[in-house]
């Protein structure tokens, strides 16, 4: 059964920590996404990452940074956290597709409250 | 700028009726869109839809593109309150992996 696993699923943070989100993926795919995800405003890609050590800015990064040191780990740091950061943050990882797109799996999502 | 849009933004029915969800889109070199059903946590993939007229259908739910007027719906029959759900469609932009997703329809089935 393919699996992607988030580190937590509930955090509650500080304004100004540092924050840590893992995600593994055991399909050996070679995509892997962090969203964020905020009521009336859907699914909001922050970063993506198509091969080890690669990343590309999503449409919404300022504030965020990512690490892909293995093909199966893919964390968002959250350099400085603050309030407006507060939401649900979902992983995804993809094969590359054919050309068309390719389905995404998703893993169960991070709800991070920052005080 | 790309972009996709659903409708209705929610909806009430009862058990037994039938739904049909639209997602339109703007996207440069549409390549193909995907459907996917969002329950309490990840969204789970439903369709992936890369030609027009060609319905792809699983159980009680359907879905047909319109590469001409740029659309693509959704079809639901003899709902179930499990079908209740906030319901994606995404499309690739032009030359990425990038995915652009829609905000949402949220279902709701009354029993």
């Known amino acids: 059964d393919v699996k992607v696993t988030q580190s937590s699923r509930y955090l509650v943070k500080r304004t100004g920590e540092k924050v840590f989100l893992e995600c593994v993926q055991d399909m050996d795919h070679e995509n892997m996404f962090w969203y964020r995800q905020d009521p009336g405003l859907g699914l909001r890609l922050i970063y993506f990452?198509?091969?080890?050590?690669?990343?590309e800015k999503g449409d919404i990064p300022e504030g965020y940074s990512v690490s892909r040191e293995k093909k199966e780990r893919f964390s968002l740091i959250l350099e400085s956290a603050s309030t407006n950061q507060t939401s649900m943050y979902l992983c995804?990882?993809?094969?590359?597709?054919?050309?068309?797109?390719?389905?995404?799996?998703f893993g169960p999502g991070t709800r991070l409250t920052v005080l | 700028e790309d972009k996709v849009v659903q409708s209705p933004l929610s909806l009430v029915v009862h058990e037994g009726d039938t739904v049909t969800l639209n997602c339109s889109y703007e996207v440069t070199n549409f390549r193909s869109l995907l459907w996917y059903k969002q329950e309490k946590k990840a969204p789970t993939f439903l369709f992936m839809l890369t030609s027009s007229g060609i319905e792809k259908k699983s159980g009680r739910l359907s879905s047909i593109l319109d590469k001409k007027e740029l659309f693509s719906i959704l079809n639901i029959t003899a709902t179930q309150t499990g079908d209740s759900a906030v319901y994606l469609c995404?499309?690739?932009?032009?030359?990425?992996?990038?995915?652009?997703f829609g905000t949402g329809t949220r279902l709701k089935v009354l029993a």
């Open positions: 990452s198509y091969d080890v050590k690669m990343k």
């Open positions: 995804a990882s993809s094969t590359p597709g054919t050309g068309g797109g390719s389905e995404q799996f």
């Open positions: 995404a499309v690739p932009t032009s030359g990425t992996y990038k995915y652009i």
